[in-house]
T-cell receptor, first 113, second 112 residues
């Protein structure tokens, strides 16, 4: 069974801190994604990566960056956390670029105080 | 990017009734149409999907129908049960373009 693991379930940070959210998948998937989920807004794509060291912006990349140094790991970085980045962050992976299902991690609820 | 809308945003049905959720999209090149279910506190999971070469697909009590001309597809749940209570998301996609754009979700409440 595919496993997508996010390092933290809950995280509390202060405004201005640098925050790292880590995601690891164990099925050799090419594609990895970071979404944020807010009530009434659904899932919004922040960044995605289709290969090591490759990344593309999603709909809401401002205030975020990503890193993919290894195929199995995709990190989301908040350079200077702000209160409007308080949200549920979901990582996902998929096996190819031909329209296959997404496998999600269990999410990280980030609170920025 | 793709403009995706789901209706209704909330839906309350009696156990045993049917539920229908509709998803409209803007990109006529979309050719993959999945539905995800997210139970409270859990991760979204794919429950059914359809590709543009078919008009309908069924899996036990759930089905998805596609109208490419009108650019919408729908999730149908028959004989609803309390465990169907969840938020449902559509995420239409076009081939070789891996940005999944999700609808804003439909919260389904099945009353026992």
């Amino acid at each position: 069974d595919v496993k997508v693991t996010q390092s933290s379930r809950y995280l509390v940070k202060r405004t201005g801190e640098k925050v790292f959210l880590e995601c690891v998948q164990d099925m050799d998937h090419e594609n990895m994604f970071w979404y944020r989920q807010d009530p009434g807004l659904g899932l919004r794509l922040i960044y995605f990566s289709y290969d090591v060291k490759m990344k593309e912006k999603g709909d809401i990349p401002e205030g975020y960056s990503v890193s993919r140094e290894k195929k199995e790991r995709f990190s989301l970085i908040l350079e200077s956390a702000s209160t409007n980045q308080t949200s549920m962050y979901l990582c996902a992976s998929s096996p190819s670029d031909s329209g296959e299902k997404l496998f999600f991690g269990s999410g990280t609820q980030l609170s920025v105080l | 990017g793709e403009n995706v809308e789901q209706h209704p945003s909330t839906l309350s049905v009696q156990e045993g009734d049917s539920a229908v959720i509709k998803c409209t999209y803007s990109d006529s090149a979309s050719n993959y149409f999945p539905w995800y279910k997210q139970e409270l506190g859990k991760r979204p999971q794919l429950i059914i999907d359809i590709r543009s070469n078919v008009g309908e697909k069924k899996d036990q009590r759930i089905a998805v129908t596609l109208n490419k001309t009108a650019k919408h597809f729908s999730l149908h749940i028959t004989e609803t049960q309390p465990e169907d209570s969840a938020v449902y998301f559509c995420a239409p996609l076009k081939y070789n373009f891996n940005k999944f754009y999700f609808g804003s979700g439909t919260k389904l409440n099945v009353k026992p």
